[in-house]
C-alpha cells in the first residue's frame, strides 16, 4: 500500500502547479511558491507582479500555449478530439472540471485532475478500500500513458526555448513529478488500454508538389514536426539569417520567412538554424529515455520518429535550396 501522506503531498503539489498555469506567478501564490525550494530559487531577485504578468502572457498567451490540442490536434484546435478525450477522463474519475473558462485540455485543468485523483486515492487506502484504490490507480495509469505525458514532454522543451526561467522551472517540475507519480504506480498488469499516438502527418516528401507554404505549414503542425516553433522563435530565426519574418500566424510567419530568405539567398542559414533545433529536440528526447519511468520511452519514440521525418524534409529543402527554382513558392 502507498504511504498516504506521499499521496496527498502529491495532490498538494498538483495543486499548486496548476494554479500558476492558471494564474501565473501571482501575489497570492508567491508564499507557496517561496516555500517550495525548485520553484523559489527561479525567482527574480526582486518580484514585479507586473513583470510576471508580462512574463506570463508573453509565454502562455502569445507563444506556447498550455493545451493539449495545440501539441496533439494538427488543427490545433480546441474542443475536437482531444479536448473530448480529456472531459471523458473527468467524468470517468468524477471529477468537476474547474470553473476557470479553460478548455478541460488546458495543462492546469489537467493538473487538477491529477490532484483529485492522488486526494481520492489517499482517500480509498486510508478508508480500507483497496478494490477503489487500484481502480483509481488504472485511471492514473491511463491518463498519463494515453494522453498528459505524451504532450508533457514537448511542452516542457517548448517553454524551456523561451527563455523565461521560473516558467522553464516550472514545466521541468511538472514534467519531474508526474514522471515520479508514473514510476510510483508501476506497470499495474497491461499498462494501458492502448498506446499513445501522434495523427498521421501528410507525405510531403513523396509530393513534388510540395512548396514553401506546405513546408511551413508541416513545421508549425507540432504533432507532425516534432518540435513546437513559436512566435517567437520564428523571429529568432529570422534575426540569425538577417531577413524579415512578416506577420499573421506562425505558418504564415514561417512562410514569409523561407520566401525571404530565398530571395535573400540566406535560406541555407535559417535552414541550418532549423536543424539544430531540431537536435536540441532529439537531445531533450534521448535524455528522457534515461528515465526509468513506466512507458515513457514508447512515447518518446514516437516523437523522435517525427522528428527524424522532419530532418528529411530539411534535407530534402536544402538539396532543393541549392538549384534555381528547385522551391515552389506555394501548393
Known sequence: MPETHSLLARSRAYHLLSRLYFEGLSPVL????????????????????DEAAADYQRLFGFNVF???????????????????????????????????????????????????LARAEAGAWID?????????????????????????????????????????????????LVLDHRSALGYGGRMTSKRFTLPEPPPLLDDPRTGLKDIA?????????????SRDAITRLGRRAGVPRGFGDRTQMLANLFRAAAEY??????LEHLTALTAAWRAHYVALCARNTPGLSDIVDVWTERLA?????????????????GLRESS
Do not use: K
Open 30 to 49: 508567491l508564499p507557496a511558491v517561496e516555500a517550495t525550494p525548485e520553484l523559489a530559487e527561479a525567482l527574480p531577485a526582486s518580484f514585479s507582479p
Open 66 to 116: 498550455p493545451f493539449a490540442s495545440v501539441f496533439l490536434d494538427p488543427r490545433g484546435m480546441l474542443d475536437g478530439p482531444v479536448t473530448d478525450y480529456v472531459r471523458r477522463q473527468f467524468q470517468r474519475a468524477g471529477c468537476p472540471t474547474p470553473l476557470t473558462g479553460e478548455a478541460p485540455d488546458h495543462l492546469g485543468q489537467e493538473l487538477t485532475l491529477l490532484t483529485f
Open 128 to 176: 480500507g478500500l483497496p478494490t477503489e484504490a487500484e481502480r483509481i490507480r488504472r485511471l492514473e495509469r491511463r491518463f498519463m500513458d494515453e494522453h498528459l505525458l505524451g504532450w508533457l514532454v514537448a511542452f516542457t522543451r517548448a517553454v524551456r526555448d523561451e527563455g523565461f526561467s521560473f516558467f522553464t522551472v516550472l514545466a521541468e517540475l511538472t514534467l519531474d
Open 217 to 229: 505549414a508541416y513545421l508549425t503542425t507540432t504533432p507532425w514536426a516534432g518540435l513546437f516553433l
Open 265 to 270: 539567398d540566406h535560406l541555407d542559414v535559417v
Open 309 to 325: 521525418t522532419t530532418e528529411r524534409l530539411l534535407d530534402r529543402l536544402r538539396e532543393a535550396a541549392r538549384h534555381p527554382n
